[in-house]
């Protein structure tokens, strides 16, 4: 099976800074592309920042210049540096990965991470 684990959530203040982590892990072939989405109570699920196996990345408006995402393909890791966090970034972050599997049908499907709470103060 493959499975992604999410680290790094917490409460912080306003202004201040958080790094998130998800370590994709299992029977494993092929990581493409990584990213994080988050999604509030009534809210749809939105994407924050995705990042391609060539590094290549892709960021929400929202977030752009206040997060960086990152990636350790040696590991299957990726990385979310938040900065100059808002109240309005509270939410829960998931994880998300394009694994090809090392299983049969060894087709490319998208797993998610359970989610890790950000909760910013004002």
């Known amino acids: 099976q493959v499975q992604l684990v999410e680290t790094g959530g917490g409460l912080v203040q306003a202004g201040g800074s958080l790094r998130l982590s998800c370590a994709a892990s299992g029977m494993i072939l092929r990581v493409d592309t990584m990213g994080w989405y988050r999604q509030s109570p009534g809210d749809e699920r939105e994407l924050v920042a995705v990042?391609?196996?060539?590094?290549?990345?892709n960021y929400g408006n929202a977030v752009k210049g206040r997060f960086t995402i990152s990636r350790d393909n040696a590991k299957n890791t990726v990385y979310l540096q938040m900065n100059s966090l808002r109240p309005e970034d509270t939410s829960v972050y998931y994880c998300?990965?394009?694994?090809?599997?090392?299983?049969?049908?060894?087709?490319?499907?998208?797993?998610w991470g359970q989610g890790t709470q950000v909760t910013v103060s004002s």
């Open positions: 990042i391609s196996a060539d590094g290549s990345t």
């Open positions: 998300n990965a394009d694994v090809q599997p090392g299983f049969p049908p060894w087709v490319i499907n998208a797993y």
